[in-house]
């Protein structure tokens, strides 16, 4: 175990060998500033002036050649190699709701959801304790790094974590996923992490809008509120973009909740309409920013917005809300994966 002491503040804490700094201190509470942890946004970046790290991405694009020059690292690609003093601005808001922790997981379960969306169960020895809305790191045999994916269950005392992967073409984390692994075999399961998790001490209604296999964090929203009572209280309305018809997803996992069809609304929306498609589509056609902006209509300031998706979709609804109708950012919830 090596010593990080925080340049400025009373703070340190211990970091093991196998951790990155980003993942050790979040694992002792504090808020150390994150939003991917895999390089690519640069929200984790500290300055080392004291100690040797370990760098595990050169080329993470969440640095600059400025912020190299400045000896600026990224806390979630460099692990301790000795004792460090580091400089880095503590974020309230990434204070961990629960300490993450590694631990391994068996695969014990999968489930056809789309035709390239597959949920994966994974069992660990401890309850599986997040808030719904928050993802995983899970690191598997023959992948570099890790990869990120959004627990689509609720957290319980079984151990059960449940993830919708899509499948990428030419991706070898989900090729792993989909091809390589079987049930019974095991991997190494790290979190909960994440900020996108369901306020439940919102009076608002919710609005859940997901692309792709963003439909995993919207699901656990979706089934908390529905778990929890927060539906008496509170309406949810599920928007889901998808490219094509067969794409669509989401609907029957919503149906079994209570509530759906009057407290739980369903909107999907597909943005092509290929010609083999389009006979079989009477649905909406274009893209689900311009959906949510239809229906919740004058009503689009009286709601809390939680979404995942493609970078392009977060983009084009943040774009919506906040610069179209100025929706406060507080009322938008959203974690940046890449
Ligand atoms: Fe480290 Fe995104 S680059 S959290």
């Known amino acids: 175990m090596t010593e990080i002491r925080i340049e400025g503040s009373e703070q340190s804490f211990t970091c093991a060998p196998s951790d990155s700094l980003l993942a050790g ?36 694009p969440g640095l600059s050649a400025r912020d190299r020059a400045k000896n600026r690292k990224l806390a979630c690609q460099c692990r301790p190699l000795t004792d460090c003093r580091i400089k880095i601005r503590f974020d309230e808001a990434c204070m961990p709701q629960v300490n993450p922790l590694k631990q391994t997981a068996t695969l014990i379960a999968t489930n056809e959801i789309t035709h390239d969306i597959r949920e994966f ?21 023959g992948v570099r790094g ?40 095991q991997i190494t399961l790290d979190g909960p992490f994440g900020m996108a998790f369901l306020r439940e001490d919102s009076a608002r209604d919710v609005v859940c809008i997901a692309g792709g296999s963003g439909l995993a964090p919207m699901v656990s929203i979706a089934r908390a509120m529905a778990s929890t009572g927060q539906l008496a209280s509170r309406r949810l309305h599920f928007f889901y973009g998808a490219r094509t018809q067969r794409d669509v997803c989401g609907e029957a996992l919503l149906e079994s909740l209570p509530g759906f069809g009057e407290r739980i609304r369903f909107y999907p929306s597909v943005s092509s309409t290929q010609e083999q498609d389009a006979p079989r589509w009477s649905g909406r056609v274009g893209f689900i920013h311009e959906y949510v902006e239809e229906i919740m209509g004058a009503d689009l ?35 940046r994966f890449f």
């Open 301 to 335: 300031h009286g709601h809390d917005y939680y979404m995942a998706g493609p970078p392009p979709m977060i983009q084009a609804v943040l774009d919506t809300l906040q610069t179209r109708h100025m929706v406060d950012k507080s009322q938008i919830y959203f974690d």
């Open 25 to 60: 201190g979040l694992r002792a509470g504090l808020g150390m500033p994150y939003e991917c942890t895999a390089g690519a946004c640069g929200t984790c970046k500290f300055e080392l002036l004291e100690g040797d790290v370990e760098v595990l991405w050169d080329d993470a």
């Open 121 to 141: 169960r994974f069992a660990t020895d401890t309850a599986a304790t997040f808030r719904p809305g928050q993802f995983a790191t899970l690191q598997l045999p």
């Open 146 to 185: 890790t990869r990120a994916y959004s627990m689509s269950n609720l957290p319980n005392g079984k151990g059960e974590w449940h993830f919708q992967v899509r499948r990428v073409k030419g991706g070898n984390a989900s090729n792993t996923l989909f091809d390589q692994l079987h049930v019974g075999d």
